[in-house]
């Protein structure tokens, strides 16, 4: 099968990921592809106005319009999500999946559910929240729309209906992710 890599949130194709399973692929001999989701890296459109839902038809589309038969996707904590989200839409496509530090659920269960009252009501008011991050001098902003939308795309509150071999990449210290979404994952 080919490889398909799906990155994380505000990550984009040139990571160091993406571009250390390019050069795997390719000792390899295998057929790879890593792209940016909408409002990511080299892709159009505005970050804020992405969604889950919206990045995961991004990776369905790359499924669909760049590769050939069976799949593995590899998807890095955001991308975690769009992998088990492109999987449900195509099944049939994929040999299995390997979650780096898969973020499942995270605008509900690492986001919402952590932010304090006054984060929640500067969503509600302004529809954003710049939230900073230890990966970049500029803060990420957090969308309302992002939040909401994402409730339509939860996948830990009940079996995921795929057949495919999972493969999960934890680490035990992980700041942004913690190692009780893979064990929620992998149950």
Request: hydrophobic content about 40%.
């Amino acid at each position: 099968p080919g490889l398909v890599f799906c990155g994380g949130f505000m990550s984009d194709m040139t990571g160091t990921k993406a571009t250390a399973l390019e050069a795997h692929a390719r000792r390899e001999g295998l057929a790879y592809v890593r792209f940016d989701y909408f409002g990511h890296g080299a892709s159009s459109g505005a970050f804020t106005d992405g969604t889950i839902g919206r990045w995961a038809e991004d990776a369905v589309a790359v499924l669909d319009e760049v590769t050939q038969g069976p799949q593995v996707l590899i998807g890095s904590s955001m991308g975690g999500w769009i992998m088990l989200l492109a999987a449900l839409a195509r099944p049939k496509r994929i040999a299995g999946l390997v979650g780096i530090a898969p973020a499942p659920d995270f605008t509900e269960d690492l986001m919402w559910e952590k932010f304090d009252a006054e984060t929640r009501a500067t969503l509600e008011r302004d529809g954003v929240y710049h939230e900073p991050s230890s990966y970049s001098e500029a803060p990420y902003p957090i969308t309302l729309k992002l939040i909401e939308e994402g409730r339509d795309h939860l996948l830990l509150r009940g079996p995921i209906p795929l057949a495919c071999p999972l493969r999960i990449l934890q680490g035990m210290a992980d700041e942004d992710v913690p190692w009780q979404t893979a064990r929620r994952l992998a149950e």
